[in-house]
Nanobody
């Protein structure tokens, strides 16, 4: 059974940093495309970082230079490193995994992911 559990969220001032962790079980994460998504109140869930099954990472232009998605295959951990946080980064953050190891395109589309964690809240105050 695949399980994903996020942690590391919290409240920080603008300009601060957080490192979110996604502990995985029941899966070899190096084989699968995974992503980080966030959802703010009243908004749709949006992708903020993706890593494909070849280990290639992608982030949208809106967060480039501030967010990265490191992965530790030995520890089966996925991270979201968040630097220079801004109030608009405030949201619930989720990690997610694809169902099949051959599926890795269109990383930003949340409907392509089957397994999800429960989320961790990030609040950045001005």
């Amino acid at each position: 059974q695949v399980q994903l559990v996020e942690s590391g969220g919290g409240s920080v001032e603008s300009g601060g940093s957080l490192r979110l962790s996604c502990v995985t079980s029941g899966t070899t994460i190096s084989r699968y495309a995974m992503g980080w998504f966030r959802q703010a109140p009243g908004k749709h869930r949006a992708g903020v970082a993706g890593i494909n099954n070849a280990g290639i990472t992608t982030v949208p232009e809106s967060v480039k230079g501030r967010l990265t998605i490191p992965r530790d295959n030995d520890k089966t951990m996925l991270y979201l490193q968040m630097n220079n946080l801004k109030p608009e980064d405030t949201a619930m953050y989720y990690c997610a995994r694809r169902l099949y190891d051959c599926d890795s395109g269109s990383w930003w589309q949340d409907w392509r992911y089957t397994y999800w964690g429960q989320g961790t809240q990030v609040t950045a105050s001005s």
